[in-house]
């Protein structure tokens, strides 16, 4: 196969209009200059963004299933059933209780790699972002922890390439510092097994575009 340029990755994301979605810089004075360390608090919980009674999580299960999601209530705020498949094992579930959220590139990650320099609404906004965020088993999604790329892969392997594309865009478009070496690695072996990156023209029209990260 194709070895995939980890450049070209990062050039593509950056012509569908990854660079508008860069953060608000954080005020001087906002934040400490001493690393604290990592709280899931720290970051919020699920937000209502579009004020439609769904919180993120129910954004991301009504996204995620294969099928439209059946309600519990009249207002249609909290899904009951739907057919969802554990990307990470290939499991297919249908109770939204047995399902995690996960986030792709832990926020433990994200506040290690610099995030906990940023605001709470900044912080915030990183914990929602639906790109980075996968419904996924509740043993997958344990499993998994905040353990980076050369700590973990998907059981399925099927989905190690889009996995570690995820990852790479999250990285990029969050300005967070380059990989360990051992990540680097990883993601190198990982992608030389893929089929060839699509040209920009074509990755530009893809659904699977990372969405607009925006600051308030």
């Known amino acids: 196969m194709q070895r995939i340029d980890w450049a070209i990755l990062c ?14 810089e954080v005020e001087p004075g906002s ?5 604290e360390s990592y709280t899931r608090t720290a970051w919020g919980g699920v937000v209502d963004e579009d004020k439609n009674c769904r919180d993120t999580r129910q954004e991301v299960l009504i996204r995620d299933s294969r099928v439209p999601v059946l309600w519990r209530d009249e207002r249609k705020c909290e899904g009951a059933w739907g057919a969802w498949v554990d ?3 290939g499991e297919s579930v249908n109770d939204p209780h ?14 290690e790699a610099g995030g906990w320099r940023w605001e709470t609404a900044r912080r915030v906004r ?18 998994k922890g905040a353990r980076g790329l050369h700590e973990w892969l998907p ?18 478009v969050l ?11 990883v993601a190198r072996r990982v992608l030389d097994s893929c089929a060839p990156v699509l040209p920009v023209s074509a990755k530009a029209t893809e659904t699977n575009t990372p969405p607009a990260f925006v600051g308030p």
Not at 11 to 24: C, D, E, Q, R
């Open 31 to 35: 934040v400490s200059n001493k690393m």
């Open 126 to 143: 990183a914990a929602n972002w639906m790109f980075n965020l996968l419904a996924v088993s509740a043993k997958e999604n344990r499993a």
């Open 155 to 172: 059981p399925r392997q099927e989905f190690h390439c889009r996995y570690v594309e995820v990852r790479a865009t999250v990285r990029f």
């Open 11 to 24: 050039l593509a994301a950056l012509l569908v209009g990854v660079a508008v979605f860069w953060f608000t």
């Open 175 to 185: 300005r967070l510092p380059p990989s360990s070496v051992p990540e680097a690695d």
């Open 87 to 89: 990307v990470y094992s």
């Open 98 to 111: 047995a399902m995690d959220i996960d986030h792709v590139v832990s926020l433990k990650e994200i506040h």
